[in-house]
């Protein structure tokens, strides 16, 4: 009986993580961001783009408890085994997908590390110019990167909002990706 028991829950843990997982790529997929937001509608823009959104649902859950945090690394693994099963449907071979494996990982930890370092600075000049290099892919200030780094402002809140208790029911709010207000001066 206990068997049984821990059977329903992997199975029910595994079913509230592809919810998110697949919350999280929706969102990633909104067309604003490729008309609005000036996303490169590509694979490598859009790659871009679930890496951010995972990135944040990680960085709420990974300030949280041993569960928040334990979701937080189901969550990346839905990440990873997405991108893999990806790659092998694109026709990467079997001896390559672990090399490519190796470079979406660091690719991940990267911008997170980046993300994480603009959101813990003031303002929104910082973050504009993390989202301009690794999402846009220009080095150069972009007026489409403040909007941008206001909605990820916003979506960040609105994680930061969220119990946990939702994230446990398969549940993410995110805001919809609208032009944020025209930036303050200094910002």
Same mark, same amino acid.
């Given at each position: *009986?206990?068997?049984?028991?821990?059977?329903?829950?992997?199975?029910?843990?595994?079913?509230?993580?592809?919810?998110?997982?697949?919350?999280?790529?929706?969102q990633s997929r909104?067309?604003?961001?490729?008309?609005?937001?000036?996303?490169?509608?590509?694979?490598? +823009?859009?790659?871009?783009?679930?890496?951010?959104?995972?990135?944040?649902?990680?960085?709420? =859950?990974?300030?949280?408890?041993? #569960?928040?945090?334990?979701?937080?690394?189901?969550?990346?693994?839905?990440? @990873?085994?997405?991108?893999?099963?990806? *790659?092998?449907? =694109?026709?990467?071979?079997?001896?390559?997908?672990?090399?490519? *494996?190796?470079?979406?990982?660091?690719?991940?930890?990267?911008?997170? @590390?980046?993300?994480?370092?603009?959101?813990?600075?003031? +303002?929104?000049?910082?973050?504009?110019?993390?989202?301009?290099?690794?999402?846009?892919? #220009?080095?150069?200030?972009?007026?489409?990167?403040?909007?941008? @780094?206001?909605?990820?402002?916003?979506?960040?809140?609105? =994680?930061? @909002?969220?119990?946990?208790?939702?994230?446990?029911?398969?549940?993410l709010l995110l805001?919809?990706?609208?032009?944020?207000?025209?930036?303050?001066?200094?910002?």
């Amino acid at each position: *009986m206990l068997n049984l028991f821990r059977s329903l829950k992997r199975a029910k843990s595994r079913e509230t993580i592809e919810r998110l997982y697949g919350a999280i790529v929706a969102q990633s997929r909104r067309a604003e961001f490729y008309t609005d937001f000036g996303v490169p509608d590509t694979l490598e +823009g859009r790659f871009e783009m679930v890496v951010l959104h995972t990135v944040l649902v990680c960085h709420r =859950l990974k300030g949280g408890d041993d #569960t928040a945090r334990a979701m937080s690394q189901e969550i990346f693994d839905a990440f @990873a085994a997405d991108m893999d099963s990806t *790659m092998r449907e =694109l026709g990467v071979g079997d001896l390559t997908v672990p090399k490519k *494996m190796k470079k979406i990982g660091a690719a991940f930890y990267g911008r997170a @590390a980046a993300y994480d370092t603009a959101l813990a600075a003031p +303002g929104n000049a910082l973050l504009a110019q993390a989202l301009a290099r690794n999402i846009l892919g #220009t080095d150069e200030a972009s007026p489409r990167a403040e909007p941008f @780094a206001a909605y990820v402002r916003a979506a960040v809140e609105r =994680l930061e @909002a969220t119990p946990f208790e939702t994230f446990a029911r398969g549940e993410l709010l995110l805001p919809p990706p609208e032009h944020g207000p025209a930036p303050e001066a200094g910002q």
